[in-house]
């Protein structure tokens, strides 16, 4: 963005991000929002300015970017073959197509699996076989998410609500959240289909900004994240533009929604939240936001219930307290976030697609660095 577009929008976000008439918490500057959002040293001096050292965390210094897997099929070649083969293909006979696929995958990709596996040895009580089982359905739920590009990108919004088992549940909640001006922050995970997820919220007719992160050198990204743009649904892209954290509160601030994943960490500003019996750290980005904008939060999730068919679980909207320890007031949000993700991975721990071993310490450390928000793998 050109300097005279960051004044612009500096100004539309106004020099005060947000003043709570009924706490004790002191505006916020832009200095200290990046500086809290980031963990930039020299800004954190700069925020340091303010008496309380809230919103700070222990690890300091950021992390190089990890991916999220190990091998190389994350191709635009691979991504033309599915593309241009699978609409061709009757649909009846793409589960069975799955099944083969997902098995070769299960097979070749031993790295992944292994992953898997230590995952679901947390968060699925079974024997070695059940769990071998499991990990296949996960390269299952992966085939059904890569094929739904092939259709939820351009489906019409009667498209997706015919791809439904239920009824869209939460849609009220979430016309009454945004009745109240404030905007709407979705908190969702890795979990089923996170794209479909996206399209529905186009439904409230205003503007859906995706907070994700694209791998650097690799196109086969870009091309995902260019399938899923149109004029309601916009991409802020986290890793290569640093006034991303500016451009979603000013979509709060015009009411609009910021969509954001929140099971993988991209910046060390995190805290840790007991999740499957581990003290597990999950990114604050999200709650910071929520509480310098005073948007709610609203966590939910499409999982799959069949071949391309889906649906919606939410939770109820968290509105963070104001009690004067900016640490705890979003760390209560987080806890809320955490047990309706931790119900849901519990009840289809075969579509938490997170190809690399969650809990690892060194995972945790490096590869914990990687995403705040949305990426693919």
């Known amino acids: 963005m050109c300097s005279r577009g960051r004044r612009a929008l500096l100004f539309r976000a106004g020099p005060h991000f947000c003043s709570f008439a009924d706490s004790p918490s002191p505006q916020y500057t832009q200095v200290e929002f990046f500086a809290h959002w980031n963990r930039r040293s020299a800004l954190e001096r700069s925020a340091a300015l303010h008496d309380d050292q809230s919103v700070r965390r222990s690890n300091a210094h950021a992390a190089p970017m990890t991916r999220w897997y190990q091998h ?10 599915v593309f241009g083969i699978i609409p061709w293909v009757p649909k009846f006979l793409h589960p069975p197509i799955a099944l083969l696929t997902a098995f070769i995958f299960f097979c070749l990709l031993g790295k992944e699996r292994r992953a898997l596996l230590s995952n679901l040895k947390r968060i699925y009580c079974g024997t070695v076989f059940s769990r071998l089982w499991k990990a296949y359905w996960v390269f299952y739920s992966f085939c059904d998410f890569m094929v739904a590009y092939c259709y939820v990108p351009q489906a019409s919004h009667a498209d997706l609500l015919g791809m439904l088992t239920h009824s869209y549940d939460g849609q009220s909640t979430i016309d ?75 979509a709060l601030r015009s009411n609009e929604i910021v969509a954001i994943q929140g099971d993988r960490v991209y910046q060390p500003f995190t805290a840790r939240s007991r999740f499957f ?25 499409v999982v799959r219930e069949g071949w391309l068919r ?15 320890n900016r640490d705890r007031d979003l760390e209560a949000g987080l806890e809320q976030a955490v047990r309706l993700l931790e119900d849901a991975v519990r009840e289809y721990p075969d579509q938490w697609l997170n190809f690399y071993e969650f809990w690892k310490e060194d995972a945790v450390q490096s590869a914990g660095a990687t995403e705040d928000m949305v990426v693919h793998g």
């Not at 190389?72 to 033309?80: A, F, L, N, Q, V």
């Not at 997820?197 to 196109?219: C, I, T, Y």
């Not at 581990?278 to 999730?301: D, E, K, R």
Request: proline share 10%.
């Open 310 to 324: 889906y649906r919606v679980i939410t939770g109820k909207p968290i509105y963070l307290p104001h009690t004067g």
């Open 176 to 250: 009454s959240c945004l009745r109240e001006g404030n905007g709407l922050i979705v908190w969702t995970a890795h979990l089923g289909n996170w794209e479909f997820a996206s399209r529905l919220l186009e439904m409230h007719d205003r503007p859906v900004n995706v907070a994700r992160v694209v791998e650097h050198g690799n196109p086969a990204e870009r091309v995902l994240r260019d399938l899923m743009t149109n004029p309601l649904l916009r991409i802020v892209q986290l890793n290569d533009d640093p006034m991303a954290p500016l451009k979603l509160l000013y």
């Open 72 to 81: 190389g099929y994350h191709t635009p070649i691979s991504h033309r073959l």
């Open 277 to 301: 019996g581990a003290q597990t750290p999950f990114p604050m980005g999200p709650f910071l936001l929520s509480y310098v904008s005073g948007a709610p939060i609203m966590p939910g999730f």
